[in-house]
């Protein structure tokens, strides 16, 4: 069973670039429970890495197709490794919004492993004030278009005193159209054609726009670009949560 991702979808794989990442970011700060012993948050990562039930498309990962598709299928990993996608980071001290920072944008800066599933989430522990933190990466082809703040608080229950959440990797997000290895309907195959053509004209305007401002390097100018923005505001809104 593999999964075809939608030609709108593929175009942030091909406009992806050593200096411009094509992934989501987003950070979540929680604080501990007020009877949480000194191992709570060890005790809750090995619960949740005790669940293996890894489902699509968390599991998946690309493939390129041979033909004239511009858009890769999504096959599950044999040999998935949840250590390498979840992991464990404790802040050095103190502990502040400073340190905090630093490790996420170290985190952020770097882009993912396109030979494997394309997320990963870190728990962060360390914070003061007895807080912790989610910082989940995704890349854009994954999530679609569902916005990763709602993904990942789609996670949380309403009540402190819920027990037995299931990761995250245990819950899909639909992020394709489930099939076989067949191409689709020309009907279709040519209007998500025609939906990325026009998808990597604003992208790639908006990369020009980015680089131009990056060369000036003037406020005047990084002023100027908020507003120029705008030639492709519907395709990027919300979702460079960190640049």
């Known amino acids: 069973m593999s999964t075809q991702l939608k030609p709108l979808d593929a175009v942030w794989l091909m406009m992806e670039s ?5 992934h989501v970011g987003v950070l979540a ?11 709570y948050l060890e005790q809750w990562v090995a619960q949740m890495r005790e669940s293996r039930d890894v489902v699509a498309p968390w599991n ?15 096959v599950e990993e044999q040999d998935f ?11 050095p001290a103190p502990g502040g919004e400073r340190e905090l920072g630093v490790v996420v944008s170290r985190l952020h800066s770097q882009a993912l492993d396109r030979h494997r599933p394309l997320w990963e989430l870190h728990l962060i ?11 989940l990466k995704v890349h854009h082809a994954l ?24 990761p995250l990797w245990s819950r899909p997000i639909n992020v394709a159209h489930p099939g076989n290895d067949q191409t689709p309907p020309v009907g279709e195959g ?17 990369q020009q726009l980015i680089a131009r401002e990056q060369r000036l390097g003037r406020a005047s100018a990084q002023k100027d670009a ?13 979702h460079y949560l960190f640049i």
């Open 81 to 91: 490794d949840l250590d390498y996608h979840f992991r464990h980071t404790a802040l």
């Open 143 to 166: 999530v679609d278009n569902v916005n990763a703040i709602p993904l990942l608080l789609s996670w949380f229950s309403e009540s402190a005193r819920t027990r037995g959440i299931s």
């Open 226 to 238: 908020h507003t120029r923005f705008d030639l492709f505001e519907d395709l990027l809104r919300s």
């Open 29 to 39: 700060t929680l604080r501990k429970p007020r009877k949480a012993g000194e191992g």
């Open 18 to 22: 050593d200096d411009t990442p094509m």
């Open 190 to 206: 040519m209007a998500d054609l025609m939906e990325s053509l026009g998808s990597i004209g604003k992208v790639y305007r908006g």
């Open 60 to 74: 998946s990962r690309l493939v390129k197709r041979q033909g004239v598709s511009i858009a890769p299928r999504l």
């Open 125 to 135: 522990e360390g914070l003061e004030h007895e807080r912790f933190a989610f910082y």
